[in-house]
């Protein structure tokens, strides 16, 4: 059974920073883009970061970029995503998301094949 497993979430003041990390089992991971939504509360989810299976391309969202780095551990089936001069606005739960496809815009748009159970992030201002 597969199952992507996040940890990492909780509650941080503005300008601060956390890492989210996404264990993966019951499958070969080592061939899926990997990466992040987040959803806050009222809104629609939205794409955050992803990295291919090789980890040689990386994609943010515009709103992300430059703040946040997402990283893979092949040998580990982990991914991660180090977030810093973190905003109220990135208050929102994380979820990471597996795809055996290598399209960026399916994967953009949430058609992928696998989510995790998503963890609290918490920016207080």
């Known amino acids: 059974q597969v199952q992507l497993v996040e940890s990492g979430g909780g509650l941080v003041q503005a300008g601060g920073s956390l890492r989210l990390s996404c264990a993966a089992s019951?499958?070969?991971?080592?061939?899926?883009?990997m990466g992040w939504f987040r959803q806050a509360p009222g809104k629609e989810r939205e794409f955050v970061a992803r990295?291919?299976?090789?980890?040689?391309?990386?994609y943010y969202a515009d709103s992300v970029k430059g703040r946040f780095t997402i990283s893979r551990d092949k040998a580990k089936n982990t991914v991660f995503l180090q977030m810093n001069s973190l905003k109220a606005e990135d208050t929102a739960v994380y979820y990471c998301a597996a795809d055996r496809l290598p399209s960026f815009q399916r994967y953009y748009s949430g058609s992928v094949d696998y989510w995790g159970q998503g963890t609290q992030v918490t920016v207080s201002s």
């Open positions: 019951g499958g070969t991971f080592s061939s899926f883009a």
């Open positions: 990295i291919s299976w090789s980890g040689s391309n990386t």
